[in-house]
């Protein structure tokens, strides 16, 4: 039996979108439901691997653990990751098919959607249910010709839309019947219905603000969501959070990391900020890292040779060193790693423009870029300690080098990353390495700092899916939004 579906699209970006999803799939399975997600493209440079070998974006991974399902290709058929800012390489159902800037894609991007459809049609075949998450927000006009992301899409597959006001950011009233104002009369038939999200204070006083909404749009509201701050304990799609206020740590060893410019992956750092021993702070540009750093953490990029010269902008490159010379931590991941290295090489530019650089020298490595991108789970053992560990590869380029022969782990295909002769400088290929919580304690111990013995962070997760679910059904009218799903196709225009 074809699956019923349901789309939520938003009035602008991060107004949760995401979170919703998430937390309609969870709510969705715990009901007995077969339940899958569905992104039909995503921008972000955090990326995961699954299990058929592709990558899709990291918010339909937790989606698709909030269903109960392994990361799958065909829930985000579409994945852009910016390299620069007018240039993205584009992955189609889990594979990269070129790099190309913004201009060319809006041109060509309408050609992506029959696979779009492939995806969808493969899982409306095999569950009960499929949430669609939109991007963006269909009231940015300018980019409806051609759109495979919000209605191009709802209106191809036949799809009901669920609209999503951001109560917070202010203006939400303008915000949906403005949406709603700008829409040509097929794609705003495409609406049911209308979900007030991020709502802080008594819900009672919006009371008349809600009855505005419904009777100028003539959509139904189906609830008003208060602000869960449960939210902020799952891993983010994209570096937007980074700009927002960190949680206060108290922890006694220190941990600072720099935001790259095109930083990939940063959820790595999520475990770590969970854990009360650790002071995690994001290192932001213009700022030095401060001098009582214990670690500092390069994490992955999609422009190696791009951040590495953001990196040396900042500065960073000399408080990394000197850091490193008086005895500090360095811990590089995937790009991260790259940086540390005497040498990148990219002669092609399969990982930005192409080019070559000199690292940072802290280890005996160097990187040459390659065309072929591996990415793949991986599991194997830490090589300091009788540690086993699983995680995910996603990286262009092979490191070569004498630190090569001290690697941090040991897969059964080969040996990965490299080791200083006195153990302080550490790099990897591997995410998701923190989140098996043995190596975490072993590595924070080694570090010189404590770990929580009893905390997982899978359990973690998992308990902030439930917690937001809980959340979004005590406040959300579950039966009427369910019932608004339908067939694929089957949405009288």
């Not at 092609?348 to 070559?356: F, R, T, Y």
């Not at 111990?445 to 809980?470: C, I, K």
């Amino acid at each position: 039996m074809t699956a019923k579906a349901l789309m939520l699209q938003g009035t602008g970006s991060d107004v949760g979108k995401s979170v919703l999803t998430a937390a309609l799939c969870r709510i969705a399975k715990r009901r007995g439901l077969s339940v899958a997600p569905f992104k039909p493209q995503n921008m972000s440079n955090n990326a995961a691997a699954c299990p058929d070998g592709g990558e899709i974006g990291r918010a339909q991974a937790l989606q698709a653990l909030a269903c109960g399902l392994e990361p799958h290709t065909d829930f985000n058929p579409v994945l852009l990751k910016p390299e620069t800012d007018r240039r993205a390489q584009l992955v189609v159902q889990g594979k990269v098919v070129t790099a190309m800037d913004a201009a060319h894609y809006m041109a060509h991007r309408g050609e992506l959607m029959d696979k779009v459809i492939e995806s969808f049609s493969r899982l409306t075949a095999s569950h009960d249910l499929v949430i669609v998450e939109g991007a963006g927000s269909p009231s940015e006009i300018n980019l409806r010709d051609r759109d495979i992301a919000n209605m191009g899409f709802a209106r191809r597959a036949g799809v009901p839309v669920c609209l999503i006001g951001d109560i917070d950011r202010g203006g939400v009233i303008a915000s949906l019947v403005g949406t709603q104002s700008v829409l040509d009369p097929g794609d705003r038939a495409m609406i049911t219905g209308f979900l007030i999200n991020k709502f802080r204070g008594d819900p009672a006083l919006f009371e008349n603000g809600v009855k505005a909404i419904e009777q100028r749009t003539g959509w139904p509201c189906h609830g008003v969501i208060p602000w869960l701050p449960v939210s902020a304990e799952l891993p983010a799609e994209d570096a937007v959070v980074l700009s927002r206020p960190e949680r206060a740590t108290s922890g006694t060893l220190k941990i600072a990391a720099p935001m790259l410019s095109r930083m990939a992956n940063f959820d790595d750092a999520d475990p770590l900020k969970h854990e009360p021993g650790v002071d995690f702070h994001w290192i932001s540009p213009g700022q030095h890292i401060p001098r009582d750093t214990d670690v500092v953490i390069l994490f992955g990029t999609k422009s190696t040779l791009g951040d590495l010269t953001f990196l040396r902008q900042q500065g960073w490159d000399h408080d990394i060193i000197a850091h490193a010379r008086s005895g500090g931590r360095v811990l590089g991941i995937c790009g991260g790693y790259q940086m540390l290295g005497w040498r990148i090489v990219d002669p092609v530019g399969v990982d930005g423009a192409p080019g070559e650089a000199q690292g940072l020298g802290l280890l005996e490595v160097e990187t040459r870029m390659q065309a072929d991108k591996k990415v793949a789970p991986v599991s194997g053992d830490c090589a300091i300690g009788d540690v086993t560990v699983s995680g995910y590869e996603i990286h262009t380029g092979r490191t070569t080098g004498e630190d090569t022969a001290r690697p941090m782990f040991k897969f059964a295909s080969e040996p990965d990353g490299a080791r200083s002769a006195n153990g302080r400088i550490e790099g990897t290929y591997l995410h998701g390495a923190f989140a098996n919580d043995t190596f975490r304690r072993a590595w924070l111990t080694r570090a010189g700092g404590t770990a929580d013995t009893h905390a997982s962070y899978s359990n973690t997760v998992e308990r902030a899916l439930d917690t937001l679910a809980n959340g979004v059904e005590a406040k959300v009218n579950i039966d009427a939004l369910l019932e608004s799903a339908r067939p694929p196709g089957s949405l009288s225009l």
